[in-house]
């Protein structure tokens, strides 16, 4: 019996996945892949996304779950994220 790298989800809290990846790497990937397409480079688009998708992964390692989410919140404009009720990312003071 050979063993694989993909485990069984074991538990309803366990993250989507898609191919080996969880969700949000594949979707990097994938659009990689879209935008290799699209501009005629299908292989570099193919190598690029998983390049893209290893280096996120590997910085997302041990990280929350939500990582992504995180990102966005710091790396947007509050106009993007449309957060009105929360202080601007600059400022970085503990309330309490």
Known sequence: MSSTALEIPRRLNDPPRMFWWEIDVS??????VLAGMLAGYF??????????AWAYGKTK?????????HLLYWHLPSAVTALQRTPPSHLRELVG
């Open 61 to 69: 390692s041990g990280e929350h779950p939500a990582f992504a989410l």
């Open 27 to 32: 979707l990097l990937f994938l659009g990689a």
């Open 43 to 52: 292989v570099t688009g193919c190598a690029a996304g998983v390049l893209l």
